[in-house]
């Protein structure tokens, strides 16, 4: 059986089924650690990979 949501697809329809409930994080070098800041980098980037987020 193969659901829905998992399926991989390249179309316009498949990209907003995957990206669907993704959304990108804000941060602010002012008041968040090093650390966290690195994180969001690295979830935002991941949603780029997955062409959840225009480059």
């Given at each position: 059986m193969l659901l829905a949501g998992c399926a991989a697809g390249t179309s316009s329809t498949g990209t907003a089924a995957k990206c669907a409930g993704l959304k990108p994080i804000t941060?602010?070098?002012a008041s968040d650690t090093k650390a966290t800041v690195d994180q969001i980098k690295i979830h935002n980037?991941?949603?780029r990979n997955l062409g959840c987020l225009s480059r």
């Open positions: 941060y602010s070098s980037q991941t949603l």
